[in-house]
């Protein structure tokens, strides 16, 4: 042990946990358990043993904290642990972890080779940088990992699999249509060994085995230190900062996912989300586990404008905004997922489910609507696996869910068979028209857009090589899919009537003639949600809404048909108005979108079997009046 130098102390601020800069000095503050002793342990930097212990006293207790202050203290020559009743002990507060460069390195024999290190005090130049604040309605989610996003992306020039790696990701974000991005962990964890320090302990699997890390990072976690092994640099603050920026100038917002155990102290939960706002710039945080404190990040002041999304919350605990646009809460769980997958792929008894789940938008919260997510089958294994395919997890094909609501079209796995791949692909357009057309936040899984697969594998979580990182090559493989996607995203913008800030009612409330929402099916204005019914038509007034120009959203009649044969949907009359097809999923040749279509529908529309048809309402004397102008 390093020998016990005398530096100067004084009794510090118990208040502020971690290591922190105040007027008087620096400030050491750790929480230990009842009885326990402890001590600050410094390091010089690059040298190998500790320079200096310095036990914390009795006076510099307050409750179960220690804390003490070192006047004119030069961070920047330094390093730090804890110790505690003899262990080195990792602070869980720490700025920076040191040590943990590589990602899935083994845990050192050296207890002394992780430390923790300090927040610089240079000035970073955020060039006026502005939260994009983007309201939830219009929100185009999509969440990545951030090693596995790019790590064999061969348009990256710069080091893959990183934070700055990600900045070259940008143009294709916009392209795509997205404004905001969801980082799965990337706050420093332990994703291999297992150490004496109590915060790198645990994995999702009940099982541990030697040699494997965990990719994901839902574990505990160090709160306030970006992840060393996520870096190109080796200063992970201003590269994460120079993200942020840079995402913010491209209009996109950054959502920080964060796991918080059933042991999380509270506190710290909380100043972990206002350190990330106030220091990182950080949009929103998508907050998860059993240790999540809803009640009190719900009534934070300093949250009280960030996007804040949860599994599960008192609705009555909220804050409600006086706008409904301006909603800071959002509901992430998987129940739009599974009743729409189920709707997919024909289940008895889904209509009203997913008639439900399509026009859920509630006026205090929003509501996170996905196909796809990392936990599970990606897009595109959906439609290729009834079974999960996890041997490669070491588990005996045990681990993950047993049920994906998943259909293999007719064959389980890859297929050459060009009716086998023609439906899997007019599935696929079918579930992004399921996310991209509901009243919810449409999220899309990174990769899903190319087709990205895991090989059947549907718990992903230990795989960092080729089955959890993203297989680019599938973005020139698979163009039409992209190009889809993205024409969905576009059609979902220019139609403000398919995002509404607030909860529609499906009455005429404005007096507009019909109301906001309206359900259809073999008959207009009549929903058979029967259990052998597989068809739904909603109709968005599109009077109920408007365009950037002021000007009145058109109406919008989606056509479900999830049969297996064709079926016949009576159309709404809207008076002098009739119905034109612009978007058929069915429509190989065109892609899916019609957008020099002709047809016109005044009664009765046609659908091909499992095809969503989208039609739009076109005023007869608008049309003739532009093609006599041609």
Not at 47 to 62: D, G, H, L, V
Not at 394 to 408: A, F, R, T
Not at 616 to 627: C, M, N, Q
């Amino acid at each position: 042990m390093a020998e016990r130098r005398k530096m100067k102390t004084e009794k510090g601020l118990a208040l502020i946990p971690g290591a922190n800069k105040l007027s008087n000095g620096y400030n050491f503050a750790v929480e230990v358990p009842e009885g326990s002793s402890a001590s600050l342990v410094l390091y010089k930097k690059r040298a190998r043993k500790p320079f200096a212990e310095i036990p914390f006293t009795e006076e510099e207790r307050t409750g179960n904290m220690y804390a003490l202050s070192i006047p004119d203290f030069r961070s920047e020559d330094y390093e730090y642990n804890f110790m505690v009743d003899g262990r080195v002990y990792t602070d869980p507060c720490a700025y920076r972890i040191m040590g943990r460069e590589r990602f899935g390195a083994a845990a050192d024999s050296d207890p002394h080779k992780v430390r923790c290190g300090f927040l610089k005090n240079e000035v970073f130049d955020w060039e006026n940088d502005r939260n994009p604040r983007i309201p939830y309605h219009e929100m185009i989610l999509y969440k990545l990992h951030v090693r596995g996003y790019t790590k064999v992306n061969r348009s990256i020039r710069g080091v893959k699999g990183t934070f700055q790696a990600l900045e070259e990701m940008i143009p294709y974000w916009k392209e795509l249509g997205i404004n905001t991005i969801e980082l799965m962990p990337a706050y420093e964890f332990m994703e291999s060994g297992i150490t004496s320090d109590p915060a790198a302990a645990g994995m999702v699997s009940e099982k541990r085995t030697e040699g494997r890390v965990n990719f994901w990072g839902y574990i505990p976690g160090y709160y306030f230190a970006p992840k060393r092994s996520y870096c190109a640099t080796d200063d992970p603050e201003k590269e994460f900062k120079t993200l942020i920026r840079k995402l913010h100038q491209a209009g996109i917002a950054c959502i920080m996912e964060m796991y918080f155990p059933k042991e999380s102290n509270p506190v710290v939960t909380l100043r972990a989300l206002q350190f990330w706002k106030l220091y990182y710039h950080v949009d929103g945080f998508h907050v998860l586990g059993e240790g999540v404190p809803t009640g009190l990040l719900m009534h934070d002041a300093i949250l009280s404008d960030t996007k804040l999304m949860f599994h599960d919350f008192n609705e009555d605990q909220i804050i409600r905004k006086k706008n409904p646009a301006g909603k800071c809460i959002a509901q992430y769980n998987p129940g739009f997922l599974q009743d729409m997958r189920c709707f997919l792929k024909s289940d008895e008894d889904m209509v009203g489910t997913a008639a439900y789940r399509t026009r859920r938008n509630p006026g205090a919260y929003a509501v996170i609507n996905y196909m796809a997510c990392q936990d599970g089958f990606t897009l595109n294994d959906m439609v290729t696996y009834n079974y999960r395919h996890n041997e490669a997890n070491q588990e005996n094909n045990q681990d993950g869910s047993s049920y994906n609501y998943s259909w293999n079209c007719g064959v389980e796995g890859p297929s050459r068979k060009i009716q086998i791949r023609q439906m899997r692909e007019r599935q696929l357009r079918n579930a992004f028209l399921m996310v991209l057309l509901g009243q919810g936040v449409p999220m899309i899984y990174g990769g899903d857009e190319i087709c990205n697969s895991q090989n059947g594998n549907n718990n992903a979580y230990c795989q960092d090589n080729q089955v959890g990182w993203i297989d680019w090559k599938g973005l020139k493989k698979n163009e039409k899919m992209f190009q889809f996607v993205k024409q969905a995203i576009a059609f979902r913008r220019e139609h403000p009537i398919l995002h509404v800030p607030d909860e529609m009612r499906g009455v005429d409330y404005k007096t507009k003639g019909l109301p906001d929402v309206s359900l259809h099916g073999e008959r207009a204005w009549y929903l058979n949600a029967e259990n052998t019914s597989r068809l739904l038509g909603i109709m968005y007034y599109g009077a109920y809404a408007q365009k950037a120009d002021g000007s009145e959203d058109e109406s919008v009649y989606i056509a479900y048909n999830f049969h297996w044969e064709t079926r016949e949907f009576a159309l709404p009359n809207l008076g002098h108005k009739h119905w034109k097809k612009v978007i058929d999923t069915s429509a190989v040749k065109e892609n899916g979108f019609l957008d020099e279509s002709e047809e016109k529908y005044s009664k009765k529309l046609e659908i091909g079997p499992r095809t969503i048809v989208v039609l739009l309402a076109v005023e007869e004397e608008k049309e003739d009046a532009s093609v006599a102008a041609l």
